[in-house]
T-cell receptor, first 116, second 117 residues
Framework: KQEVTQIPAALSVPEGENLVLNCSFTDSAIYNLQWFRQDPGKGLTSLLL?????REQTSGRLNASLDKSSGRSTLYIAASQPGDSATYLC???????????????FGQGTILTVHP | NAGVTQTPKFRILKIGQSMTLQCTQD?????MYWYRQDPGMGLKLIYYSVGAGITDKGEVPNGYNVSRSTTEDFPLRLELAAPSQTSVYFC????????????????FGPGTRLTVT
């Protein structure tokens, strides 16, 4: 059974810092991995999706890397801003021979607070 | 496009009552999903559907039922509500493969916060 773990559970940093959020998964046979942002009381917003054949994806100040063999992904946020404060969730899709139907297994999230 | 919409936003149920959580998407996605999120936890899959008339269980299906009569709608039914079903419920949808590799990237609704007392 796939298990996804995110470290740290919570992180508080001053504005302007570069930071790294970690995600690990137990089954390396993944189809892809997706990072989400969740604001309090809101739904999930997709940030980045990395296919299993890719090593990284970038969007603005965000960079996500994937090391499938070691079961790890990191989300790097450059020059953090108070508006980045949210919960960040990592989720993986298993590659089940076309029968996974896109089902996601989520980590528990990292709560990020960026202080002005 | 409105994307994925869910109603109601909030609901309080008494133990033993029933209700239906509504989910609609206007992106013509074939795949739809229901998740629940408990405090401090990630999301767990309840049920999913790969098209109208086709549904299957996820990780935590007990106490729930679903139906998919149209591409757009995927309601989640709670029968005999229990305190353990107090949670935030999210509906999501994703497109299937049109050409090349499918990403199954999921789009989420805003959630329904349910309390059972």
């Amino acid at each position: 059974k796939q298990e996804v773990t995110q470290i740290p559970a919570a992180l508080s940093v001053p504005e302007g810092e570069n930071l790294v959020l970690n995600c690990s998964f137990t089954d390396s046979a993944i189809y892809n991995l997706q990072w989400f942002r969740q604001d309090p009381g809101k739904g999930l917003t997709s940030l980045l999706l990395i296919q299993s054949s890719q090593r990284e994806q970038t969007s603005g100040r965000l960079n996500a890397s994937l090391d499938k063999s070691s079961g790890r992904s990191t989300l790097y946020i450059a020059a953090s801003q108070p508006g980045d404060s949210a919960t960040y969730l990592c989720a993986v899709r298993l590659n089940a021979g076309g029968t996974s139907y896109g089902k996601l297994t989520f980590g528990q999230g990292t709560i990020l607070t960026v202080h002005p | 496009n409105a994307g994925v919409t869910q109603t109601p936003k909030f609901r309080i149920l008494k133990i033993g009552q029933s209700m239906t959580l509504q989910c609609t998407q206007d992106m013509n996605h074939n795949y739809m999903y229901w998740y629940r999120q408990d405090p401090g936890m990630g999301l767990k899959l309840i049920y999913y559907s790969v098209g109208a008339g086709i549904t299957d269980k996820g990780e935590v299906p007990n106490g729930y039922n679903v139906s998919r009569s149209t591409t757009e709608d995927f309601p989640l039914r709670l029968e005999l509500a229990a305190p353990s079903q107090t949670s935030v419920y999210f509906c999501a949808s994703s497109r299937t493969r049109t050409s090349g590799a499918a990403s199954y990237e999921q789009y989420f609704g805003p959630g329904t916060r349910l309390t059972v007392t």
